[in-house]
Each structure stands twice: as C-alpha cells, then as structure tokens.
C-alpha cells in the first residue's frame, strides 16, 4: 500500500477497534478526496456518498485532508466524519459526525498556538508567469507555519485556530509582514501578490500604514504590491472590503479578488468590486481542456474582465492540456504547478512548452 513518491499512511493501533468513514454529498468534492486518497497510496471502498478508507486511523485521515486536498475551509466544512467502534451494536455514535474542518481546528491546537507565540511564519512563493512574454511577472505570497518539531503547519490549521482565538487580526498582520521581508531579502523581482483577509482588518489606513513602514524598513518598493483579497467565501461585510478595495487602490495599489467562479466570489462580486486582477478558482481551471461547460464559463469571465481592463490570472494550472485552454481563452496569467509549486526558495524563470 502507498508509493514513495507520494508518502503513505501507516496504519495505528486505533485502527485495530475504531472505523472512520468519510461522508461526501457533493460529486465533485467525492472526487478530490477520492482522488487525493489513491494518491496518497490509500485503500478505501465507496458506497454511494460513503468513503471507507482501509489501514488508515481518524489522525491521519484529518491530516491528509488538511495537508494534500487543498481544500478550502468551507469545502472542509461540507466532509463530515463519523468515527466508532464496528464492534458495538450501539448507534448513538451516529449523532457524533463532525466536520473535517472542525477536526482540523481541533488537532493539534497546541502546536498551532505554540507557533503563532514564536511568530514562526514562513512564507514559500509561487511564480506567476506571463502569457504573452512567458516570463515571471511576480509571485504570490503564501504563508506556512513551522513547528518546534520542525513540521509544516498548513495555512488552513493557522488561520482557523486564529479565528476562533481572536488573532486572526495578529496572524494577518505577521504573514504580510513576513512575505515583504522575506520577498526583500530573497532579491525578488516583479510584483508581489500578499493576501488579505477583509475580516482581519478593522482599519485600511492602519493596514496600509503597517505595510508600508514593513515595505520601507525592508527596501521593498511597495509599489510592487498587490493586495490579493482570498478567503472570499467568508466575506462578512462587503461594504467595508469595497471601502477596503477603494482605499488601497486611492494610493496608487493594485488589488487583486481571488477564487473568482468558485461561486463565493461570482459576478455580482467582481461587478461591486471591479478589481485590476482577477484570478479564476482551480476548481473551474482543473480539467477544463476536457470539460466544455468549464471552457464556456471562464471565456465569458476572461472576456468580461478583460474587457474592462482587469487583468486575469489562471490559478491551479497542472497540466499542458489546461495550460493550452486557457492560453487559447486569452488568460493574462498563468500560476500553477505545471511551472512550479511554492518554495521558499523560488524560481525566476519558467520553461514555456512547446506547442502551446
């Protein structure tokens, strides 16, 4: 079971009296977690909406969902799993489902709370490529933390324990501050997209100010920043993220909406936001050389946006197949793993396929 490349699972001792199942209702998300599962070299079984995953304890099922599905919070939200001994003819376990989000939250809190003390952040950069020069025009900052252990924590575990702790404000804060110093000290060129959550920020003025003392003390020319809005699906306030947007873009910042057709951040929020870059979900990008329905929808974004003079990034691009769609939709931008994956360490030029 498992294969080198991808890791495997080795089974617990729980595993030995407990059985976990996954529960799924939604096709589409089924086949990512389906999919991550044979990865990740995993037996399971499916019925119906049901996945039972074989040698594999609860532990590692949570942490392979957080880790290697790169769900979003509010995917996680929808995967719920229940957890009981197959043993026992006693069904009240049927009312202890959680949600895969919840046990994220939940494992580990420790270890996460540990991190955030040390302001252990790092951040690992993804290039975004340009289709017409097919060179790197920036990157995108994401952040990671570091265990004492000197295990990666991933982004989802950091920011839902800030939220239900009251940093998220903190966390927000020390992640744009790390990837601007970071950025700086790495000598990178281009722009840099640093993502925001609108709820973490109670002041745009304060915000900015923060960034641009970080910028200055750094040597970073914060004219290069784009301010990428992500998270969208928990957008409490849209008013005050379009007083946000209206700020930053007064002195003289681009600003970025991201997950744009994953149906959180939809037409009536890039009308109401009208930002100068765009970038399409992955979930509308994976597949859609083979897909026509995909194709038929991001031409109309990608036509639409570009009409107005905003720029569109295609975000989650693995293959040369979508790689060439979204090419042939006219996408301004191009980022995904079919040129390199984040690093801390990143490339500054990209090999361009032939034939594309």
């Known amino acids: 079971m498992g294969c080198e490349a991808c890791g495997s699972f080795q089974p617990t001792k729980t595993q030995l009296y407990r059985q976990s199942v996954v529960v799924i209702s939604q096709a589409e998300l089924h086949r990512r977690v389906t999919k991550a599962l044979t990865k990740a070299g995993v037996e399971y079984s499916c019925q119906g909406a049901v996945i039972i995953p074989t040698g594999i304890d609860l532990e590692d099922i949570v942490a392979m969902l957080g880790a290697d599905t790169h769900l979003t919070s509010h995917q996680l939200d929808q995967i719920r799993i229940f957890d009981f001994d197959p043993g026992s003819s006693d069904l009240t376990w049927l009312s202890t489902a959680t949600t895969a989000q919840k046990l994220l939250v939940s494992a580990g809190s420790s270890e996460v709370e540990e991190c955030l003390h040390r302001g252990a952040i790092e951040t690992h950069f993804q290039p975004i490529v340009a289709t017409k020069s097919k060179q790197v025009i920036g990157y995108e900052a994401l952040s990671r933390g570091r265990a004492s252990s000197g295990s990666v924590i991933a982004p ?38 640093v993502n925001f959550l609108p709820n973490a920020i109670y002041d745009p003025r304060q915000c900015l100010k923060t960034t641009l003392a970080i910028a200055d003390a750094s040597g970073f020319d914060p004219r290069r920043i784009v301010f990428e809005v992500t998270e969208s699906e928990q957008i409490i306030d849209f008013s005050h993220l379009k007083e946000i947007f209206r700020y930053y873009r007064s002195h003289g910042f681009q600003v970025a909406l991201d997950d744009v057709g994953s149906g959180y951040a939809g037409l009536n929020t890039l009308v109401g936001l009208v930002p100068d870059v765009i970038k399409l979900d992955r979930e509308l990008i994976q597949d859609i050389d083979r897909e026509p329905f995909k194709r038929s929808v991001a031409a109309g974004l990608i036509q639409a946006a570009l009409g107005e003079g905003i720029e569109v990034v295609a975000e989650g691009v693995e293959t040369i197949g979508e790689l060439g769609c979204v090419v042939d939709l006219g996408a301004s931008l191009i980022q995904g793993y079919v040129f390199a994956r984040p690093s801390v360490d990143p490339i500054s030029e990209v090999e361009w396929p032939s034939g594309v």
């Not at 950091?158 to 000598?187: H, K, M, P, V």
């Open 156 to 193: 989802d575990r950091l920011f839902s324990y800030a939220q239900q702790t009251d940093s998220i404000f903190f966390l927000d804060r020390l992640c744009r501050e790390t990837s601007i110093r970071t950025a700086a000290r790495l000598g990178l060129q281009g722009r840099l997209f």
